[in-house]
């Protein structure tokens, strides 16, 4: 389909509390899911969520044994244990920080077709899961670390902005 542009902070949408996905027999759904699988492989990442794309919905795909798996209108019903990794993010390229999640999660959420299903995820799985689900609330990675490493985390996206003359 096509590779969409990502979003890079401080974009609005990203702080965005995203809605639920209504109707999943549409064109406009399944273009969107083409575009999320298509984006994803593209710059290689193990997970991208709808705003990034510019699209306030509940949506996120994540890349589980080299197969996406998408997450609609998830909740998460169950988290265990903690775990602590470096992470990055699409919306702020070259910047990377070590942050607490979870070690185990379940999520509950409907697959493209539109039927339900449960996740148990754990490592790596479970902490690019709960990385995606936070954008679905406007939540960011920046926002799971403290002040002086958010403000160093801006910098450095600053610098690489300004490096490649994006706005």
Do not use: W
């Not at 965005?16 to 575009?35: G, K």
């Not at 899961?129 to 960011?140: F, S």
């Amino acid at each position: 389909m096509a590779i969409q542009d990502v979003l890079l902070y401080p974009n609005k949408v990203l702080r965005q509390d995203c809605s639920d996905v209504a109707e999943f027999d549409t064109e406009e759904f399944y273009h969107l899911i083409l575009n999320m699988v298509d984006t994803l492989a593209s710059y290689k990442a193990l997970g991208l969520a709808a705003p990034q794309i510019g699209i306030p919905k509940r949506i996120f795909v994540t890349n589980v044994d080299n197969q996406p798996l998408f997450f609609i209108n998830p909740r998460v019903v169950r988290a265990e244990g903690s775990i602590t990794k470096k992470e990055g993010c699409l919306s702020f390229p070259n910047v990377f920080q070590r942050v607490e999640r979870f070690a185990e999660i379940t999520i509950d959420a409907i697959d493209p077709t539109g039927a339900e299903f449960r996740a148990q995820l754990d490592g790596m799985d479970a902490v690019a899961a709960q990385h995606e689900y936070d954008h679905l609330g406007g939540v960011l990675f920046i926002d799971h670390v403290s002040p002086l490493e958010r403000k160093m985390m801006v910098k450095k996206l600053s610098k690489f902005k300004k490096k490649y003359n994006i706005k």
